[in-house]
């Protein structure tokens, strides 16, 4: 398993709508502007998030992009996993005999390795991630050093 830009910025643009869960809607243009992410990119990220079930579409005035379900039900994983389309071993088809003759010993490590990195992102949900107090100090240290970059916004005063 590896961890793509794609892959990086979509657990960005998820972490700014688990942020605004319970607020309302986000529209791509406001997590582009907040997070430096074009706009074509993201619309190309959330097809990928809405085809794999993670997001929802609200239309009319005051829409955007909601969580399709609550923060504390998505992995970090199943992020990656709708962005870079990867399955882990275990949900692969199986291999032939013949073909795992053929695999090296270092390929058999590293599949292990992506099994293990995989199992440890599933274990951390939006919501975990959200609340880690690591990440919110992080923010506040960016907002606060003057780089003009903002992580993640509460768009509840807007």
């Not at 990119?41 to 609550?70: D, H, N, T």
């Not at 504390?72 to 996993?81: D, G, H, L, P």
């Not at 107090?133 to 606060?144: A, F, L, R, T, Y």
Request: include cysteine; charged fraction near 25%; glycine fraction near 8%.
């Amino acid at each position: 398993m590896k961890l793509s830009t794609k892959a990086r910025h979509a657990i960005t643009a998820m972490m700014d709508l688990a942020l605004n869960d319970n607020v309302r809607p986000v529209t791509l243009a406001e997590i582009s502007q907040c997070q430096g992410i074009s706009l074509s990119y993201l619309e190309q990220l959330f097809a990928k998030l809405r085809k794999s079930g993670l997001v929802v579409g609200v239309r009319g005035p005051g829409g955007g992009y909601k969580l399709s379900r609550s923060p504390s039900e998505i992995s970090v994983a199943q992020i990656i996993t709708a962005i870079d389309e990867y399955r882990p071993r275990h949900m692969q088809e199986p291999s032939s005999e013949h073909s795992l003759e053929k695999k090296y010993v270092t390929q058999v490590l590293w599949d292990q390795l992506s099994d293990k990195i995989y199992g440890f992102l599933n274990g951390i949900t939006l919501k975990e991630f959200a609340n880690r107090p690591e990440q919110i100090e992080s923010s506040d240290e960016q907002d606060q050093g003057g780089s003009g970059e903002q992580i993640f916004s509460d768009r509840s005063a807007a």
